[in-house]
């Protein structure tokens, strides 16, 4: 788990490292589409802090997960951790009965990280 601040939503985030996951998510609500491939959307922090984001829409993806699968809607954001920022695609989902509102999968991880499973938390 980290804590990663959404540039363009101007809040922080806690976030959990999937690395099962191919590509982040995060939690997005009120997702209308506009023209010319744009699309806005309302991004919340477990704080409660909300902000309404416009994107350009970069694709639609099937997901697959235990419920089934569905379609979502993949935006560039960039997260910021430690001084270092990064933009990733992410998949735009109703995460608001989930612990985290932001999963960051291997797209994220991919090139600057590397994942020790063996390390405990307090390391």
């Known amino acids: 788990v980290e804590t990663v601040f959404i540039t363009e939503a101007g809040i922080s985030f806690d ?7 191919e590509s982040s998510s ?9 023209d010319a491939g744009q699309i806005s959307f309302v991004l919340s ?3 409660g802090e909300k902000r309404l984001i416009h994107a350009v829409v970069d694709s639609v993806v099937r997901v697959r997960n235990a419920e089934g699968s569905s379609l979502r809607y993949k935006v560039a954001l960039t997260v910021r951790r430690h ?5 990733v695609l992410f998949t735009l989902k109703e995460r608001s009965d989930m612990r985290y509102r932001v999963l960051l999968g291997r797209n994220w991880l991919r090139g600057d990280y590397i994942v020790d499973v063996d390390r405990k938390p307090s390391e």
């Open 15 to 21: 976030a959990r490292i999937d690395t099962g996951a």
């Open 26 to 34: 995060i939690h997005a609500k009120d997702i209308s589409v506009l």
């Open 45 to 47: 922090n477990q704080t």
């Open 83 to 87: 001084g270092q920022e990064k933009t």
